[in-house]
């Protein structure tokens, strides 16, 4: 399979504890992105890198949020802290780095915050 | 910022009929993806326009890209059980250099009865 990988699928967690995710992105790809989606809501644009430079953040990510691509192959999204409003689909895709491109999104982690 | 707008949030018909479902931008947009989300699925890339005034199709999906480019409308003929999902309409900002950062609308879930 050479689609986004996403690891793990499922976390649960209690408030107050850091998870970490990982994406592992179609291996062509340089481009890499970091979405959350509640239900019945649209993906909500999080950060993206293009190869390990991360070249935007949301203003809405607060400062327990924090993600790194270090060789910009894959990349891991931590959240310290984690509260309940924590909980969400967290997606990640990948494109190829041109002006107009189409996202391949992975199968997402689901966080539930207890 | 920007907002992207979606109607209807919800849509049921009979297969065989046809559905519409239509994206407002606040802002003018480079180019407009539809992404389609299967229940329990992640966003699927359908298509992208880039010229104002485009119109493609894709078999039984008609897609347009207004004038101003700001607005955009998937148009579905003779609806399947198979079209059963989420549409979301994204597009970056016009102008700028986030490319990569894409803004969806919250989606209009489609229900077909068989």
């Known amino acids: 399979d050479t689609g986004v990988s996403q690891d793990p699928r499922h976390k649960i967690t209690k408030r107050g504890q850091n998870v970490t995710f990982r994406c592992d992105p179609i291996s062509e790809h340089n481009r890499l992105y970091w979405y959350r989606q509640t239900l019945g809501q649209g993906p909500e644009f999080l950060t993206y890198?293009?190869?390990?430079?991360?070249?935007?953040k949301s203003r809405l990510l607060s400062d327990r949020f924090s993600a790194e691509r270090p060789k910009g192959s894959f990349s891991t999204l931590e959240i310290q802290r984690t509260e309940q409003g924590d909980s969400a689909m967290y997606l990640c895709?990948?494109?190829?780095?041109?002006?107009?491109?189409?996202?391949?999104f992975g199968p997402g982690t689901r966080l539930t915050v207890l | 910022g920007q907002q992207v707008m979606q109607i209807p949030q919800y849509q049921h018909v009979q297969e065989g009929e046809d559905f519409t479902t239509y994206c407002n931008s606040s802002t003018t947009l480079s180019n407009i993806q539809w992404y389609k989300q299967r229940p329990g699925g992640h966003p699927v890339f359908l298509i992208q326009?880039?010229?104002?005034?485009e119109v493609k199709k894709q078999k039984r999906l008609t897609f347009q890209f207004g004038e101003a480019k700001k607005n955009s409308s998937l148009h579905i003929t003779a609806t399947q059980t198979t079209d059963v999902g989420t549409y979301f309409c994204a597009g970056p900002y016009a102008g700028g250099t986030s490319y990569g950062k894409l803004t969806f609308g919250q989606g209009t879930i489609l229900t077909v009865h068989p």
């Open positions: 326009l880039v010229k104002s005034g």
């Open positions: 890198f293009q190869n390990e430079a991360q070249l935007e």
């Open positions: 895709a990948s494109s190829f780095q041109r002006e107009y491109n189409e996202q391949f």
